[in-house]
């Protein structure tokens, strides 16, 4: 019997699941080798119960239903897989608000609307609710990387994810360094690789969307940062993108 | 060794005949950097680069490789075949030969000799050229200015024409092929180039002291300056990446959907990052990035001496240049010798 | 007697919705569109950024339209900033429109949509039964994220567009393999039409619906500065600097989402209502495409929305082609991004992207930081059209004596119809 | 300085030391929970016939697909035909292994490192002093030591496990306290089954039980750290030659043969220069411990 899958999305711009369909050499024999039961987006017949093997989980959780569903989730499944910033990190939404959170839902919906009714809370990773056994970052994750997970679990072997920063990558790619040769303030030190260096091969800064590596040098990228003149708030504004609830906590850690 | 001369003017003819021995790389702008790359045009080719931002190795030890296939029914099936093609590598500074040289040692001459590379730097001609060293080059601190084996083909400018040393009975065969271009070089040829070769010696404006640096090394090895290195360093691995003679590598299996065929990948890999001495279990052995730090100039400037007699440093500068955090070869010695007082928060040796 | 028909959790939708009908008798008291998405504010967090910051920041409101939304989002800095990108970034963007309507179409038409044509849960279940069609529609899908890669330097959430440009202009050898891909993309859509000739299309009589898109200036289909309206037979232009006065953002109880009404009425986005409009501009195979598929306007089936797409889909395929012939022709150069210096200014802008007309617009402080950004995305101002075709949609069925099921199937057709994008239309409005 | 290896010898000739020879799995003993030994025969006859290893040495061993793993041989060199590994569950590649049945096939290749210096050990004692896993590399060297008894004077050995359940090849080597030619020392940190008829306590507490001639005695000391810390204390207490306390390191591989650089400690690489290094390197390789 092929192993049943669940994909499921919480709070997110669908971009894991795009991604999943984007495997477009691979999908059919995805779809060969193990069993989609569970996929609201892709099919209007699901099987809502069974037991799965892996879920992948696309989006952060947002509000009493998404935390919910990611504890039915995680009851179901034999693995969890974060699928996604989002999962990962908290993602986009997560990121630093210029002002509390109430004031910005208020800027956004007016301060009378008929939001109060709402469920809605901060945007947090998975990790914060449920026990997750891999993490796929990226923004959106890479279908590459999907694909090799995949294959991995088949096997019955845990992938391995990059644990390296971007750098690593950029240089293997012999890119001209945007940060030491541009000055631009390019986060690849202290994000994840995994993406062969996409943006600064474009000659764009990396924004960090894979999130920070695990032992991620804030203080020094900071500082660094500022050498290259720029505002202090900015600095902290770029690095805090997609992963501000994780660096609160490596920060807390000290 | 044979020693001619050659027209500069007719380096243009002499490139065309490179083709013959393999495809050709060659020194081309890439960005405001150079890279090893192929020239869709000779004039494009820079004889005049600073550095390349990857050294030769690249070509010699890729970045990532698969070193075989498998298959459960089939077995393996190696690579060799794939990196036993030709390759022309021309324009090499002698530094970055002394660095194949050293990597020669380990991956050559060692124990258990690493037929990947073997075949690729079999199947690589090395034209070597000399160079005008900037700010950043350290090479004749570390006795990597001048080498006397590992290319076919050596250049060294003399005015209007290149002094040609020939190293390889194949660098014999381009020199043949290249028809009646190169000429006996005269003793006025050897007068300038003694000339040059001391204007080059002089002209390094970084001068490192290495005598008793393995002994200083020692000494300081509880040293505080190794945690303000650690606190700056970003463990982005640029440093180690762009070294030539860094060359650990790591290795990882990747398979086929739903199967047990893929194949096996060998990819670089840095002491600088946090998992290089992390072991199953969570132990590790250099924890703290300070002690990866001193890790990396200590297996250069210590280790690699008391193995091999000489540095594995040769002094390209190249850390000196990617290092975000200005933790490179100059910082680290003058500091450790006492003669500066670590490193700046203001900008970066190279704005 | 009140009852409900409900549709707990739409599948096959980008996003988090639900519809709820409810009826007394064969009377129609309500029908809602919920949107239950959890809110993601980028209106609001994007303030206080740095100009060149916010563009992959908006990416990520939709995946699908990622590529949209960040060129929507540059054009309105840059008519801000008072920047005039080269004709050759022009055409680049074009094409990259092309690949992102090639994507999306094939995505929606063939994954989302035709399952339910055909009578299946999903294109995985369709896979089964007719392979041959599903590998067709991911050789297309490829096609159009290929077009994106290449110019975005990725499928979804681009990377490589920025302010006056690009980062990286594709290479000469890209384009020219692009373009190799288009013509084998040209075959496919024929094959492609093959297979809608043999696919029913059911017939949903609904009100007419009143139609909008920017009007083009030149051949760049989907990009233009003046709103076209087209309501019954009168043809109503606003500019796109006047947007507000056309899109009249509110909220609703019931979902997450804001609405839009003209006039005080619904209104449609997206290829149909681009074709009505414009389709008078479709030539070469797509024209044929059209008319084969009896594409005819005004069109009040819904349903034919999914045709418009197709029709679109080719179309696309063929201007990409003629984009890069064009490119080559003005002499294909690689280009810097337009240098621009920060001041305190306003601008918006709008395009066509797949699903419809998304606006964008900033006001931007002079420290070059957002001071205020809005965002109007087609499923928002689809959205009371959507309701509106649900309501004819209940009545027609509760007059044909349906039963309930068959409603909330077809309330399901309705809505994926549309393509909604859910996701991207949980955020809103002006801060 | 030519470099002769570059320019002579063709590669067509060379072994390719990264490519692994198959072996199947014909027996596997599960010893304890997570740390089962492994019975290896080479598929291809002519790898079983040239087969030779020193106790010490260890190979790297492959489940193809997910990875490659370094082990110590448990097995001596003088029993022939089947290579034995004692191996835990630590990670991907150990847990893979786990998941194979008997007769699968899996990749090894070998063998690696230095090894005890058994020739220059000839004609001494021999104190060999395992905690835990440790035993996985000295169980080769006891065998070699019992299988060429006339080489050596006095035999010893100290073997310290947390309990009677952990407690590696416990049948094996319960059979060997009755025996005359060795000194078979066991002990458990604890004993809760109440069953363990031999010492309970700590592996320096086994010191009481013995004696030693510091100066014709080598000293073979392989277990997790806190075993390093507390049994060179007691060598050194009792005299032992800094040259003649040794130790097998474990550290990260990816090779086995002195490339990839992650087994480094200080300037040695435990590949090529250990596993097995003297007390006085251990004093000069600042990272050893
Ligand atoms: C010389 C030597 C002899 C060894 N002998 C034995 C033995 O006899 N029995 C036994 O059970 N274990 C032994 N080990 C330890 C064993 O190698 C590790 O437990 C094993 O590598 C874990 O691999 P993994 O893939 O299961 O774990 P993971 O943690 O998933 O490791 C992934 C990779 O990291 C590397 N790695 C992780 N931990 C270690 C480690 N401790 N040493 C070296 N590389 C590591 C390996 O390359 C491994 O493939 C020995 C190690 C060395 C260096
Ligand atoms: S450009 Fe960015 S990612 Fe690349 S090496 Fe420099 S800092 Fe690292
Ligand atoms: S370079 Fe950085 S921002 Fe770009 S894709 Fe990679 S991780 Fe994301
Ligand atoms: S020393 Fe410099 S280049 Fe090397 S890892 Fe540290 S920060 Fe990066």
Redesign the interface.
Known sequence: MKPKIGIFGLSGCWGEQIAILNCEDQLLDIIGAVDIVDFLGGSSVNDAESRLLVSFVEGSVANAREEAKIRQIRERSDLVVACGSCACFGGVSAMDAPFERPKVIETVYGSNGPIKSWDIGPHRPLSDFVKVDLAIPGCPMETTEFVRAVSALLNGDMPLMPTYPVCLECKMKENECLLVQRGLPCAGPVTMAGCDARCPSHNIACIGCRGPVEEANMASIEQIFGDKELPKEQIKLKLRVFAAPVLDRTEERG | MKILKMAKHDLDFFASVLPAFGEVYAPVQRGKGFVFDKPSAWSEVRMDYTRTILPPKKLLLPPRETTFSFDPDQGFTDNLAEASKPVVLFGVHPYDIYGLNILDRVYAEAKFPDPYYIARRRATVVIGIDFVPDDKHCAGSMNADFVDHGFDIFLSDIGDDYLVLVGTSRGDDIVVKSGCLMQPATEADFAEYKKRSRIRRDSYKTKLELGDLPEILEMEYNSKVWDDFGARCLSCSSCSMVCPTCYCFDVTDETELGNRAGRRIRSWDSCLLRTHALVAGGENFREERSSRVKFRFYHKQRGFVAEYGRPSCVGCGRCVEVCPAEINIITVIETIRGERDGISSSAPASA | MTRTISVDHLARVEGHGGITVVLEGNEVKKVDYNIFEGIRLFEGLVRGRAVEDVTQICSRICAICSHGHSITSLQALENALGITVTPQTRKLRDLAYQGANIESHSLHVFVLALPDLMGHPSAISLAAVAPDAVKLALRLKKLGNTVQEVLGGRAIHPVNYVIGGFGKVPTTDQLLSLKEQLKEGLEDCKRALDVLLTVPIPDFVNEPIRCAALAPEDEAFFFGNTIEILDGTTRKRIPVSDYRTFTNEHLVAHSHAKRSLFEGRSYMVGALARLTLNGDRIQGLARQVMEALKLKFPCANIVMNNIAQVVELVYSVEHALDLIQELFEAGYAAETPVPYEVKACAGAAATEVPRGTLFYSYEIDSKGLIAGADVITPTAQNFNNVEDQMRATVTQGLGAGASDDTIAQRLQIVARAYDPCISCSVHLVRV | ???????Q????H???????H?ARIVRIHRMVPDNYLFQLRFADDSVVQNWEHRPGQFVELSV?????APISISSPPTRKGILELCIRR???V???LY?LPTNAMVGIRGPYGNGFPVEEMAGNDLLIIAGGLGMAPLRSLLWYALDNREKFGTVTLMYGARSPEEMLFREELLSLTDVDDLNCLLTVDRDPTGTWKHNVGLLPSLFQKATFDPNRTYAAVVGPPIVYKFVLAELLKLNFHKDRILMSL???M??G??????C?????YTC?HGPVFTYWDAINL??IV
Not at chain 4, 9 to 12: D, G, S
């Open positions: 300085m030519e470099s002769a290896a570059v320019h010898r063709p590669p067509e060379m072994d390719n030391p990264y490519q692994p198959m193809i697909g997910t990875g490659e630590a990670g991907r150990t847990s893979a998941r474990e550290r990260r990816k090779c043969v002195g490339k990839c650089g992650h480094s400690v200080g300037y040695k090529i600042p990272e």
